[in-house]
């Protein structure tokens, strides 16, 4: 594959006078899991609102080698980028499944949904058993399943997930992230911003470190993850919790 | 001097209320639909009652009905619009579909009405002709409304709707005139059924409805889009992220509104003189039915209708000066009653 999959080259969004991202670039091949770690509020979610178009930014966003800037959220889906949101953004009151085929939207009328569906109850067969339950009476961890599932439905090339770990029990953090390493093997790029640093590093190819809106260090996963400066700061005991 | 009510009578103000509260139904429904997808609380929904009435009545007198200008002129606005506030809009492509859509379809409705009504080619022609006519307001009336104000509050909304149902009445009185107007009705039989005599036109008012109710209730429920509307009603963002067009789910929302609401027009025009400012009265029946559902039940609103209907037929019986009080009156113990016991619901996180 010639260039980046997903490239990302001196983005900077503003809230009004406050810049909360600054001249951020990275970029993400097939099959990769890039992570963007930091202190809650070092921009991280911005930086993927910006990506997905929810926020407006400057530089430049390309998407297998052309440039999205100009596309609107709903176009960018179309086109192969998904984003799981934060607050996960499910359809509270429909039912699993319908959450699930609203995900493929964006996909041609003709192809058949029966097929991604099933797929997405393979990698999460509790969704299968609760497919018929609202959306919103769910735990938090099937939730997130939920969300991941719903994104997966648009068969997207990019995947950004928002703190998949949020408000999860250890257990279903590591079981989120095991599948989240899985599904590389689909070819999909995921870029995973995640407060717990230790626990994304871990599954992770290469990493960023964002402080108050910019990045501070990037390298191979397990360079950072040895990193003095990242163990001081994200991994150690005076850190966030792994 | 007391009235008495005998059963004959009971049967009588019965099908008279069924028959109104099929219409209130129909409005309610237009309203939780409207209100759901785009939270806007649509004060003018009536409007498009009246309009779908005068329109028909238009026709059979052999005038062009003004309303398929109207459409026209809210078209071009509204594609003005677009092409001022997205640089989008001016690619090529999107110019020449969009202009089609905007102007394109009213002038093809203008067209065939000015075809039509000089013709008295009868209901057949007309209905569908003014049902189009009234439903091409919806979504122009959106994008130049409602479109620009879709992160706004309820109430700023609310506001909204009220300078549009103003605006509305006001353009009434110029097209159609103060005098009121009654068509022919869709039938003419009647039946009886037991000690009842019930009128054709009574059944084509349920019927409609009822066939209305299924119809949205498939389309909910089983259809891809209909369970976009949905989605974009409970989760904008969610919908968003999953590339559900949200500005397009507004327009189909507004559009239906108006479709409804001609259609309830047309429905009541046979049996009540209805003047331009008709309507509000009207649609703010079909709302307190909405208020009882909570403005998000369907099933509830409906249902609503039908004792909306019922109480004021049989309030116009008893104390017919008074039966627009006893109607709205309905809506103050069912405010108190959802004021107490409101559930606040957690939707995320």
Redesign the interface.
């Known amino acids: 594959m010639s260039g980046p999959l997903f490239e990302l080259d001196r983005v900077s969004v503003s809230y009004g006078r406050i810049e909360a991202v600054r001249q951020v670039s990275l970029s993400i091949q097939p099959g990769q899991i890039v992570t963007v770690v930091g202190a809650n509020g070092a921009g991280k979610t911005t930086l993927l609102n910006a990506a ?1 178009g ?1 926020l407006p930014s400057t530089g430049s966003i390309r998407f297998q080698g052309r440039a999205v800037n ?1 596309l609107s ?2 176009e960018r ?2 086109a192969g980028i ?2 799981v ?1 934060e ?8 039912a699993v499944e ?1 959450n699930l ?3 493929a ?2 996909r041609p009328r003709g192809e058949r949904t029966a097929d991604a569906l099933e797929e997405v109850y393979t990698l999460f067969p509790r969704l299968k058993e609760r497919r018929k339950q609202a959306a ?1 009476t769910m735990s938090g961890g099937e939730r997130q399943m939920l969300a991941m599932g ?2 997966l ?2 068969k997207p090339r990019v995947l950004m997930l928002d703190e998949p770990s949020l ?1 999860l029990a250890p257990r279903i953090v590591k079981e989120i992230l095991e599948l989240v390493s899985d599904l590389r093997r689909t070819g999909v790029g995921i870029l995973l911003v995640e407060q717990n640093a230790r626990a994304a590093l871990r599954i992770a190819d290469y990493g960023y470190v964002m402080e108050t809106g910019t990045v501070t260090l990037e390298g191979p996963a397990t360079t950072l993850a040895a990193d003095p400066r990242v163990i001081e700061s994200y991994l150690g005991l005076s850190g966030q919790a792994a | 001097m007391e009235a008495v009510l005998d059963s004959t009578i009971v049967l009588f103000l019965a099908q008279d209320g069924v028959t109104n509260g099929a219409v209130y139904a129909l409005l309610a429904l237009s309203l939780v639909l409207v209100f759901t997808i785009t939270r806007v609380i649509f004060i003018p929904q009536g409007e498009f009652v009246a309009y779908g009435a005068l329109t028909l009545a238009a026709f059979e007198r052999g005038v062009i009905p003004p309303t398929a200008l109207l459409a026209v002129g809210l078209g071009v606005a509204a594609l003005l619009d677009d092409l001022i506030r997205d640089p ?1 809009a001016r690619r090529p492509a999107r110019l020449v579909r969009g202009a089609a859509v905007s102007i394109g379809a009213p002038l093809a409705v203008l067209a065939a009405a000015a075809v039509a009504a000089p013709r008295h080619w009868g209901p057949a022609v007309e209905v569908p002709l003014t049902l189009a006519a009234v439903a091409l307001l919806g979504p122009s009336l959106y994008r130049l409304v409602y479109r620009p104000l879709a992160e706004a509050s309820v109430l700023v909304l609310l506001i909204a709707s009220v300078g549009v149902h103003l605006a509305l009445v006001g353009l009434g009185l110029l097209f159609f005139g103060a005098e009121g107007f009654r068509t022919a009705p869709l039938s003419t039989a009647t039946y009886d059924i037991g000690p009842a005599m019930v009128t054709g036109q009574s059944l084509w008012v349920l019927g409609v409805t009822a066939a209305l109710i299924v119809a949205l209730w498939a389309f909910f429920g089983h259809t ?1 889009t209909g ?2 509307l ?2 974009t009603a ?2 904008r ?9 949200t500005a397009s789910a507004g327009q189909i929302a507004f559009t239906m509104a108006a479709f409804i609401g001609a259609l309830s027009g047309v429905l009541i025009a046979p049996v009540t003189t209805v003047f331009y400012d008709t309507g509000f009265l009207t649609g703010l029946k079909g709302f307190v039915a909405a208020i009882i559902g909570g403005l998000v039940s369907f099933p509830l609103g409906a249902a609503a209708a039908v004792l909306v209907g019922l109480v004021e037929a049989f309030a116009s019986f008893w104390a017919s000066s008074f039966k627009e009080v006893i109607v709205f009156t309905i809506i103050i113990p069912v405010l108190l009653w959802r004021s107490i016991r409101t559930v606040h619901v957690e ?3």
Do not use: C, H, W
Request: hydrophobic residues 50%.
């Open positions: 997905m929810i100009s959220i709903e889906v179309t998904a984003l949101a607050k996960r953004e499910l359809f509270a009151t429909m319908d085929r609203l995900g939207y964006t919103g719903r994104a439905m648009a408000g | 989008a891809l369970k976009a949905q989605a409970v989760n963002l969610g919908a968003r992220l999953v590339g559900i067009p939707d995320e996180e």
